[in-house]
């Protein structure tokens, strides 16, 4: 059994360990609408020669993680489905993102005439696959699979720019081309991989002002208000709140103004400003009562509305130091935030875990972030999640180092940590 020398040049060649391709082609295949089947073992049979042909729906998205066929990654399929002998030599050009949403592939046809023509029907079926990916996230949190997905979305978008288009489709397919973007850089973000997001928001915030889109750029400036403070540039923060604020779609819809107040009066509470922390928290509710529930938005959106904004208020609650107001904050956020947003049900436990702590309940608040973990069973625990953990396990050797309670729960803090 000779082992497969092409498929493990084309991993060296992206830096893809074993789980780390498992975890890009189950992207793939959950976007499509499969179930994510491959794990490292089947890296690894497709690696020693084990398996010489891989299942239909996890060769066509491998195909896709590539872009280029399977018998070039070193697979032979069994004689009796050999390709034909007679097909071109280039018979297919895989689409980046989109083949493997879709699971189909364009033949490769020698140009003729004018270039062909992209229409709104492209720029409906690269929102279908930016939306797939938003779901996605809401479950799992931003990973490395998902950020590279979503690139290669942005890249589908952009090289349509190159054929036949009006200039409100190349509008359209900048827009698509900043969401994707974006998207990539909120799952960094999640990740906490912050000097990845600064360079993915800076090129997201350039395609959304090629667009001309409000939308996009309010997104980007929501996201580097978020960065900012993981990077621990405080004023900095309230800043790109603010510019999301002075985006032209805050005018227009108080849905996004509200979540630009609320990003906002984070930012101020972490400055320790009470004050215009609560005068933002009160813009932002404000905003939010003026909403039409029936207009449409970007998928990316779905997350935020009373439900959200109540676990933002429980953030600033808690930094400025109202403990017991966070917790009841806590409290209402997990009782309306939909089940399909588990990071976020995830996120929400661990900050009231965090509201209890503060208020020195300590077996309380050790049961209730255990909640957090088992939230995400069946997914590792996203950087931003794990990095709130991390708060609350120093908060709470701080606050009551010798308490069985936090001893026990050290202990499996540590165990859940090799979850990466």
Known sequence: MEGNESLSSAMQERGLTQVELAEAVNTRLICAGHEGTVSDRTIRNWLTGKSQWPHPKQREALEAVFGCMAEELGFSPPARRQRPATEPESPVERRNFLTATTGTAASAVPFVGAPPQVGTSDVLRLRSGLDALMELDD???????????????????LDKQKLGATQRIRLRLFSIAADYTATAAWSALDARQADRAQALLGRALYLARMAQDPVAEMRVWNSYAMLAHQRGALTEAIDSGLAAQATGITKRDPMFASLAHARTAIGHSNLGDRQAALRSLGHAREALGKVDRDQPRPSWMAFYGPAELTAMTAIVRDRIGDAAEAEAASHKALGAIPKQFRRNRALATTRLALAQLHQRDIDQACSTASNGFELMTGAPIPGRMRSLLGDFYR?????APDAGAAREWGDRYRAEWSRA
């Open 395 to 399: 908060d709470l050797i701080t606050l």
């Open 139 to 157: 479950t799992r949190g931003g990973h490395e699979g998902l950020e590279r997905a979503a690139l290669s979305g942005a890249a589908e978008a």
